[in-house]
């Protein structure tokens, strides 16, 4: 017995959470986001098992994922831009907005039925699959990027629907800029710095959330996040960033397009699953 589980079940838990890094890592160099979606189930049945109480299971899955999205973004975001594919003049734009998204995001989703959010990213979900998996490039909201004032308001919303929904963001990004004509790629290679950029005040603000429970929270953890849980998963996930980033310059622009269909698909899925049950 080890942490009160068999020692089968916790090997298997062990494999769980090494190819949920890795799959995590992939996602983010391939698709430009942090693969929380694959993170928060493994770490929701991990923190199950271990007993954590429900009250604070999902918040504390959440917070701990996005922690790791930090690390793996950082290194997609030097493995793409090694390759020179980054919008750094958009980076520069969407930090402080996105930051602030962040911030009201963590506010609003307290007050505010998370149902709503959910069901207006699955909507835009399916519509965004639809154009990708349809390859319907003349899907667009304009040939050029907008303005300074209209890229901030797109890094508030970011970093806004983000917090709401419980991804790091790099999905809405790439959605965005592939509206407005930027390559598929490059869409992508941005997409990676975004993540980092909100996943840093994010993860802040789980452990701020979480502080006041600490008592009844898992050792090591620092409020709505769990570091043990972090450190066993980021290794895989670091290492695993850059082949995700250089297998997505090695595929074909539609290639690229359908797999990030499908991958929206999954997500609207797993959202439109979450509001049914």
Avoid at 164 to 183: D, E, N, Q, R, W
Avoid at 228 to 255: C, D
């Amino acid at each position: 017995m080890v942490f009160g589980l068999p020692a089968g079940e916790l090997a298997l838990l062990a494999g769980a959470i090494l190819i949920a890094g890795l799959v995590s890592g992939l996602l983010a160099g391939l698709f430009g986001i942090g693969g929380t979606t694959v993170i928060i189930p493994v770490l929701y049945e991990v923190f199950r098992l271990l007993g954590v109480t429900e009250e604070f299971r999902m918040q504390l899955c959440i917070g701990t994922a996005l922690a790791v999205t930090v690390p793996t973004m950082l290194r997609a975001y030097y493995a793409h831009r090694a390759k020179g594919a980054i919008l750094n003049g958009a980076l520069r734009v969407w930090a402080i907005p996105a930051a602030a998204g962040v911030a009201v995001g963590s506010y609003v989703a307290h007050i505010a039925p998370g149902a709503v959010f959910k069901t207006a990213f699955v909507l835009f979900a399916l519509f965004m699959s639809t154009r990708f998996l349809l390859g319907r490039d003349d899907w667009r909201a304009g040939d050029q990027l907008p303005g300074t004032p209209g890229m901030a308001a797109a890094g508030f919303s970011f970093g806004f629907l983000a917090t709401l929904v419980g991804i790091a963001g790099g999905s809405f990004s790439t959605l965005f800029l592939t509206l407005f004509g930027t390559p598929f790629h490059v869409a992508v290679a941005t997409s990676s710095g975004l993540g980092l950029i909100i996943g840093v005040p994010a993860t802040i603000g789980y452990m701020s959330a979480g502080w006041a429970y600490q008592s009844a929270l898992p050792p090591f953890s620092i409020g709505f996040v769990s570091v043990l849980g972090a450190l066993l998963i980021t290794p895989t996930a670091v290492f695993a960033a850059p082949y995700g980033a250089r297998l997505a310059h090695r595929l074909s622009k539609r290639k690229l397009e359908v797999a990030f269909g499908l991958f929206l698909l999954l997500i609207a899925i797993r959202f439109a699953a979450s509001l049914l049950l």
